[in-house]
Each structure stands twice: as C-alpha cells, then as structure tokens.
T-cell receptor, first 114, second 113 residues
C-alpha cells in the first residue's frame, strides 16, 4: 500500500517567513510532484523531480523552490511567504518504467500566510 | 504544452440519475487519460483511466470514453449515489519520457438523495 505523507496538515505563517513543506513516499517512486490546489483552478504544477537532485519547473514556479536530496523525500520551499501563497499544497509520486502511471497523493497541507 | 478543459464546473443530480463530465485536450500526442476523485477533505485518488488505443473502458458504474479525432474524453457515472459526491479531475499526458499530467480544473458533483 503506497503511502505518501506530508509534514503538516495545517500551517500558519507570517508574511516574509521561510516555509518548508516536506513530502515522503515509501514506494521507491522516481517521480515526485508538488501541486497547488485552489478552488476553481484545479491542480497546478509547481515543480516536479524525476530523480535525486533533479528538478524541473512546472506551470507556476515563481516564489517557490524545491529540494530532493533523497529519493523518498521532496521538499517545497517558500523563500519569503506572501499572502497570495495561501493555498492547499499537494504532493504526489509515481513510478516509472512499470507501465503504471497512477499518481499517489499526500493528504495535503493547508497553508495560511497572514 | 498541453491544455485540458473540463466541463461543467458544477453538476447537480438526483440519486439514481446519470452524470457525465467532459474534457478536451489540445496535444494530439497525449495518450493517457486518468480520472481522479477527491472527496471533501481527502486526497485525490485514481478511479479509472484510459489509454489512446482504447475507445471505452468500464468499471462497474463508471465508464470513460475517448474520441482521439475530436480530442475529447468523458466520464460517465450511472445510478449515482450520495457517496459519488466529490470533485472529479480529468488529466491528459504522454507516457513517454517524463510523465507530467495536465489536469482539468475539476467538476464538483453533488448527488442529492
């Protein structure tokens, strides 16, 4: 049973703070993703990583960075949080080379920036 | 890049009715089309998917159809039940290289008992 966990379910931060969101998966998946979910806008891709230390920008990378030092862990960093980054953040992972493309999502982190 | 449009944004039906959600995509090279269901307060989960070499796929009360020529695919739910109430997301992607799905904006399905 694939498990994707995220470090916090709810987080409240102040404008200008540096924020770390962590995601861990236990299925040895190569691909990991960070999405932002806002009502009416669906799931928008922030960054993804297809291997350790590899990262690529998604559709809305501005204001975010990521780190993948170990295969199972993918971190999203808000260098200086702003109120427009208040949102639900979802992490996901998939395997490669198996012919199975299902994305397994974490429970989400609801971030509020005040 | 790929662009996925999903309609309607909200769908309200009576229990027992059928529900249809439609998506269109722009990249003719896309060959994998999953549907995810997200219940309130929970994570999205895959409910059904279809690949471009298949026109239709069924799993009990849900089915997905694909029209490659028109570049659209649809989710059909028959005999809807209150537990079908959720947000449904379609997605489109290419399976070669880096697998990066593009999601639609979601449809909020409400099934009234």
């Amino acid at each position: 049973d694939v498990k994707v966990t995220q470090s916090s379910r709810y987080l409240v931060k102040r404008t200008g703070e540096k924020v770390f969101l962590e995601c861990v998966q236990d299925m040895d998946h190569e691909n990991m993703f960070w999405y932002r979910q806002d009502p009416g806008l669906g799931l928008r891709l922030i960054y993804f990583s297809y291997d350790v230390k590899m990262k690529e920008k998604g559709d809305i990378p501005e204001g975010y960075s990521v780190s993948r030092e170990k295969k199972e862990r993918f971190s999203l960093i808000l260098e200086s949080a702003s109120t427009n980054q208040t949102s639900m953040y979802l992490c996901a992972s998939t395997a490669t080379g198996t012919g199975v493309y299902e994305q397994y999502f974490g429970p989400g982190t609801r971030l509020t920036v005040t | 890049g790929e662009n996925v449009e999903q309609h309607p944004s909200t769908l309200s039906v009576q229990e027992g009715d059928s529900a249809v959600i439609k998506c269109t995509y722009s990249d003719s090279a896309s060959n994998y089309f999953p549907w995810y269901k997200q219940e309130l307060g929970k994570r999205p989960q895959l409910i059904i998917d279809i690949r471009s070499n298949v026109g239709e796929k069924k799993d009990q009360r849900i089915a997905v159809t694909l029209n490659k020529t028109a570049k659209h695919f649809s989710l059909h739910i028959t005999e809807t039940q209150p537990e079908d109430s959720a947000v449904y997301f379609c997605a489109a992607s290419k399976t070669g290289g880096s697998y990066i799905p593009t999601f639609g904006r979601g449809t909020s399905l409400i099934v009234h008992p």
